[in-house]
């Protein structure tokens, strides 16, 4: 699921709501909202600057505390959907096991509920840039048509979460492409600028950019699908 201008959308006063329902009250929550409240933005261009305008959604982006204010902004997503979901920042996902008609059914109500969900908080879901993966071990599974504001979301063979390209068979040929492809350059562009340069420097510089590329998440990935 891809929230269209997820951190800009959360509305200050909603927000503020959430803290209190969550128990975030009395002087934190005053806090919390004048650390929201009064900000203002404008536009320099060639040194002319426009008249400012009152920012009264979004989450401050950089801060500390954006990221979980988000968070406690979308966290009763879940408790809307019968499917389990899973939040990560604004990544994300809705899934459950699909053993009969009624469990398509049950999905797209999901789905359905999300739409209110989204329409009670402010918040609005892409569709074109969500999209339905069916995992199964058959070779010839048939996709399923949901839709999310009567938009038909599509069907892939592959989806990238969290930096790993998940594939409907469960084989990861395609992340290990990727991370493999990604690494070589990233390893070029360490030859073309430490010609010259410690053996430390450079294993410190492979070990802190390359590496990592090699060993994220591979706990998922390797040794076998």
């Known amino acids: 699921m ?14 503020v709501h959430k803290l209190h329902h969550y128990g975030i009250r009395n002087s934190t929550n005053s806090w919390i909202a004048s650390f929201l409240h009064g900000r203002s933005q404008a536009v320099v261009v060639e040194g002319s600057r426009s008249t400012n305008i009152p920012v009264k959604s979004g989450v401050p982006q950089g ?3 954006g990221p979980c204010l988000f968070l406690i902004y979308i ?8 499917s389990t979901t899973r939040l ?14 009624s469990d398509h059914a049950a999905l797209q109500s999901d789905l359905q509920r999300l739409e209110e969900w989204e329409s009670q908080w402010d918040m ?23 839709t999310l504001h009567g938009h ?3 069907n892939v063979t592959s989806a990238k979460y969290l930096g790993v390209t998940v594939q409907a068979d469960l084989k990861w040929d395609i992340h290990i492409d990727t991370i ?18 410690a053996v430390h420097t450079k294993e410190l510089a492979y070990k802190s950019l390359v590496r990592p590329l090699l060993e994220y998440a591979c706990t998922a990935w390797d040794p076998s699908s």
């Open 63 to 65: 801060s500390v505390l």
């Open 152 to 154: 038909a979301l599509e």
């Open 75 to 82: 966290n009763d997503l879940a408790a809307r959907v019968s």
């Open 124 to 146: 609005t879901f892409h569709p074109d840039k969500c999209s339905v993966l069916t995992v199964s071990k058959k070779k010839k599974t048939s996709a399923h048509q949901y």
């Open 180 to 197: 493999v492809k990604k690494a070589n350059q990233t390893l070029g562009f360490l030859r073309r600028n430490l010609k010259i340069g």
């Open 2 to 15: 891809d929230f269209a201008k997820a951190f800009d959308k959360v509305n200050h006063s909603l927000l």
């Open 88 to 101: 990560f920042a604004d990544d994300t996902i809705v899934y459950r096991l699909i053993a009969a008609a």
